[in-house]
């Protein structure tokens, strides 16, 4: 398309529709756009490249491994780490100014370090702790972040110490907390700030974007664990803490896409209160014993504190000079989750209540939010929402067969009828 419009531009010149200087302009748009593209790709090929390079020289040497001596080995073993080496050092001597270079010899070089551990060890018969493996393996190539300005290298890293802290937390037995993760995790940020601050429209950043909250809501779930209650305050608050960073004014102009932390945020609200729809949850939590010497001393009433806050004063922060009621409701969810968490301890039936009124309500907000819009997706998202309470309750073996049929009917009605309007008003603005 791009092509035919600079093909057609003398064309126009000559008929006097646009000035020279304009069709200078427009020529010089389409070529710098079409540079950014080829340059993406260009990059995206570069990494691949790297990556399945270094995979085929493992399994070549995979292939023949049974066949070397220990020596042998032992340079097939450092021989990709050497070559990575050799790759980002020319690249910082004669390649600085390219990306695709820059990113694809360090995405190499990173895959080599953790390659020639594992060989290593494999090798002479060192211990084979994968947690262990990973924790050196993260701590050896965080330095290529930096020293390359490699996006790639951060990327894989966030990966990296992820699987850390799953690894500790989460598949290991028996489990231990985790506090290492929260470190590492600090070691990333100054480049994702970097990006945030100078590359805001780069491919990249956007996925720092939905990689560092997603890691920091799986990675949360792996601390100590004494008072699991308090948990759903952490998640909650720091549910809330992202949706709220998601609707600040950088995040807010640019789209879904874009944005994981409101998208994060909001499905996980949405999500950790249909969990907490059911009734049994809350006798456990009601039933469990609180004494406040313990709970002081527990890890997770310090993470609640910790997000509560933090996404206390950004709410407070981003609205400041607004009007109150302006304030989306999304966003005020998580203190109303607190007075409901205390509530369950001693009622929980009536936190069951509430949370479902909360739900019900948070669906409502939403269909008239696109409805004033005039945006389909978010009243679909409403109903969506209230949908997926319907589904929860169908499952509740304390309603009736009655009243979950009656609810699927009220759900699907809701459907039909406000995308008809919506439609229909469409059509008539239109004409």
């Not at 600040?248 to 896409?257: G, L, N, P, V």
Request: net charge positive.
């Amino acid at each position: 398309m791009s092509k035919e419009i600079i093909k057609d531009l003398p064309q126009l010149v000559e008929a006097s529709i646009i000035s020279e200087d304009t069709a200078n302009k427009i020529r010089e748009f389409y070529l710098e756009k079409g540079g950014k593209s080829q340059n993406r790709l260009f990059i995206v090929f570069g990494i691949l490249g790297a990556t399945l390079v270094g995979l085929g020289l493992i399994l070549i040497i995979a292939h023949n491994w049974d066949d070397l001596s220990r020596p042998a080995k032992t340079f097939f073993a450092f021989l990709p780490l050497v070559l990575g080496q050799l790759f980002c050092g020319f690249t910082i001597l004669k390649k600085a100014d390219s990306t695709a270079w820059k990113e694809s010899s360090t995405a190499f070089l990173f895959l080599s370090v953790g390659g020639c551990i594992s060989m290593i060890s494999q090798i002479y018969n060192i211990s084979d702790d994968l947690s262990k493996f990973i924790l050196v393996w993260m701590l050896l190539c965080f330095p290529l972040i930096y020293v390359m300005k490699s996006s790639a290298a951060s990327l894989l890293y966030i990966v990296g110490i992820s699987y850390y802290a799953g690894e500790i937390g989460y598949w290991s037995y028996p489990h231990s907390g985790n506090y290492l993760y929260w470190g590492l995790l600090a070691l990333a940020i100054p480049h994702y700030y970097f990006l945030y601050r100078n590359k805001k429209e780069s491919n990249f950043t956007l996925f720092h974007h939905w990689f560092i909250p997603l890691s920091v809501i799986f990675a949360l779930g792996t601390i100590p664990r004494q008072h699991d209650g308090f948990l759903n305050i952490a998640y909650m608050s720091l549910f809330g803490l992202f949706y709220i960073m998601g609707e600040m004014k950088y995040f807010k102009e640019s789209k879904w896409k874009s944005n994981g932390y409101t998208v994060c945020g909001s499905l996980g609200i949405i999500s950790l209160l249909l969990i907490l729809s059911y009734d049994g949850i809350w006798n456990r939590i009601s039933a469990h014993s609180y004494y406040f010497s313990d709970v002081f001393s527990s890890s997770e009433f310090y993470a609640a504190v910790f997000f509560s806050v933090s996404a206390f004063v950004l709410l407070y922060t981003k609205n400041k000079k607004g009007v109150l009621g302006e304030v989306d409701v999304m966003e005020m969810i998580f203190l109303l989750f607190i007075i409901v968490f205390i509530t369950g301890c001693w009622f929980p039936v009536f936190s069951t209540l509430l949370i479902n009124l909360i739900v019900l309500g948070l669906g409502i907000s939403a269909i008239r939010r696109g409805s004033k819009m005039d945006h389909l997706a978010v009243l679909n998202y409403g109903l969506l929402i209230i949908m997926a309470l319907a589904t929860c309750r169908f499952f509740d073996d304390h309603i009736t067969y009655f009243v979950r049929g009656s609810l699927f009917v009220l759900a699907g009605a809701g459907f039909f009828i406000t995308n008809y309007r919506m439609l229909k008003k469409r059509k008539t603005d239109e004409s």
